[in-house]
């Protein structure tokens, strides 16, 4: 079974860049059965999908998100990351990384990491 | 503003059946499966259904989801007090090529 851990900063100055990093464990990146994405959630809020990357580096974002938004894959530290510049506090949420399963609509989520941007 | 339409709450009471909907269009229920989840507070969220009616496993067959055409429901039966949470419904968007959510149901047990 695919597990997913998320790592980065809890917290990030307004303007900056905020950067986030999947490790992925039980699974292969490169296996191509998968979207890797990220999906965020603010408080209260139902989740918001931020965007996907294929492990060839193929990659659909957010439009609401797509200016300022960069995923990226490492298949030799099967791992998948998340850049989020010029941030301001709407961006204060948890970010979570996700596996979607390509054969069917199931999906592995990782515990989240709750990101407060703040000066 | 979320892209799949769920009603704000829902309640019953112990034993009761509660159904809570979630309302897409022709881009993402209407051509997808549909998924359902579950998060308890300070947790991330459970899949509860998958492909519009399939139970993960270990997932209780109190919990079954639907869908007709831009719609999908998820029944619960034999309501108990540890169901009560937030619910979420997803679907794959083809327009965006991404995952759309619901903004979410409160369920209340009485």
């Known amino acids: 079974q695919v597990q997913l851990q998320e790592s980065g900063p809890g917290l990030v100055k307004p303007s900056q860049t905020l950067s986030l990093t999947c490790t992925v464990s039980?699974?292969?990146?490169?296996?191509?059965?998968?979207?890797w994405s990220w999906i965020r959630q603010h408080p209260g809020k139902g989740p918001e999908w931020i965007g996907n990357i294929y492990y060839s580096g193929s990659t659909y974002y957010n439009p609401s998100l797509k200016s300022r938004v960069s995923i990226s894959v490492d298949t030799s530290k099967n791992q998948f990351s998340l850049r989020l510049n010029s941030v301001t506090a709407a961006d204060t949420a948890v970010y979570y990384c996700?596996?979607?399963?390509?054969?069917?609509?199931?999906?592995?989520w990782g515990q989240g990491t709750l990101v407060t941007v703040s000066s | 503003q979320s892209v799949l339409t769920q009603p704000p709450s829902a309640s019953g009471t112990p034993g009761q059946r509660v159904s809570i909907s979630c309302s897409g269009s022709s881009s993402n229920i209407g051509r997808n499966a549909v998924n359902w989840y579950q998060q308890l507070p300070g947790t991330a969220p459970k899949l509860l259904i998958y492909?519009?009616?399939q139970r993960p496993s270990g997932v209780p067959d109190r919990f079954s989801g639907s869908k007709s055409g831009t719609s999908a429901s998820l029944a619960i039966s034999g309501l108990q007090s540890e169901d009560e949470a937030d619910y979420y419904c997803?679907?794959?968007?083809?327009?965006?090529?991404?995952?759309?959510f619901g903004g979410g149901t409160k369920l209340t047990v009485l």
């Open positions: 996700v596996a979607l399963v390509l054969a069917a609509s199931f999906d592995y």
């Open positions: 997803a679907a794959w968007d083809d327009s965006l090529n991404g995952r759309v």
């Open positions: 039980g699974g292969s990146i490169s296996s191509g059965g998968y979207y």
């Open positions: 492909d519009s009616n």
